[in-house]
């Protein structure tokens, strides 16, 4: 598995936090087919968090962004009634990850593994990062 680049080098001072292959069983789709009932979705995540909020000076959970907090907000997301759109789902799960107070930045990508016979995957990709850290130049 090759390292991810960083998507910004605003981000060089950061933690990147992952989640890989996140699964979770959601009713989403336009065609016929895929209304019927639930579908994989599979989720690869990354949250990027200032070090100096994010490094533990006493080895303690609360001292960083848990992954369970990710995982409960793709649950709640996902658990809302069905959604049309993978992009419209990904959008979601992407605000309410930079919802947290200590969160900089959110890539997240959202894969259908089981739609098509012809392929591995159908999927969405998007990143965005809070507006205060563009203006935040990187540490020297």
């Known amino acids: 598995m090759t ?3 960083l998507p910004d080098p605003l981000l060089t001072d950061c933690r990147r936090i ?3 292959g996140l699964c979770r069983l959601v009713r989403i789709g336009i065609h016929d087919f895929e209304r019927a009932a639930p579908q994989r979705i599979l989720f690869d995540i990354d949250l990027y968090v200032p070090l100096h909020q994010n490094t533990p000076r006493r080895d303690r959970i609360d001292e960083v962004v848990n992954y369970d907090f990710v995982r409960s907000e793709v649950t709640r997301i996902t658990e809302r009634g ?3 759109l993978q992009e419209t ?3 979601a799960v992407l605000d309410a990850l930079l919802a947290h107070p200590q969160v900089v930045a959110v890539r997240v990508s959202t894969r259908k593994p089981d739609v098509y016979d012809d ?3 159908v999927g969405v990709e998007a990143y ?3 507006p205060s850290l563009l203006l935040t130049p990187p540490a020297p």
């Open 3 to 5: 390292p991810a680049r």
């Open 18 to 20: 992952f989640l890989r």
């Open 82 to 84: 069905h959604i049309d």
């Open 89 to 91: 789902l990904c959008d």
């Open 119 to 121: 392929c591995d995957a």
């Open 128 to 130: 965005k990062a809070k």
